[in-house]
């Protein structure tokens, strides 16, 4: 329970601290607006393109994080099924 109410509380105050982050969105839209009137693109380009950047990171690393645990479960069942069989066999024995 303590475990859950730290995430929790955790959790809360990331959510109530990204107010920041949702004021920035105008901003950005703002500056795509306004080189889209000159008759440019590239800040539009280089926005999406950084979304896409901050988009993908996440889930990259959930999926690295995913690899090494099922890396390391096959390992630790590998050496697990080992100890088994050298238990079976001094048995036998």
């Known amino acids: 329970m303590k475990k859950f109410l730290t995430l929790f509380g955790l ?14 969105c ?3 839209r703002g500056s795509v607006e306004s ?12 926005l999406n393109t950084g ?3 901050l988009f993908v990171v996440p889930y990259i690393l959930v999926a690295v994080i995913g690899y090494l645990w099922y890396r390391n ?8 099924q080992f100890v ?8 036998e024995n």
């Open 84 to 91: 088994a069989a050298r238990v079976r066999s001094a048995y």
């Open 26 to 28: 105008a901003m950005c």
């Open 73 to 80: 479960s096959k390992k630790a069942q590998a050496e697990r």
């Open 35 to 46: 080189s889209m009137g000159n008759g440019r693109n590239n800040v539009g380009v280089g």
């Open 11 to 24: 959790i809360v105050m990331f959510v109530m601290n990204s107010a920041g982050a949702f004021a920035q």
């Open 51 to 53: 979304i896409m950047f």
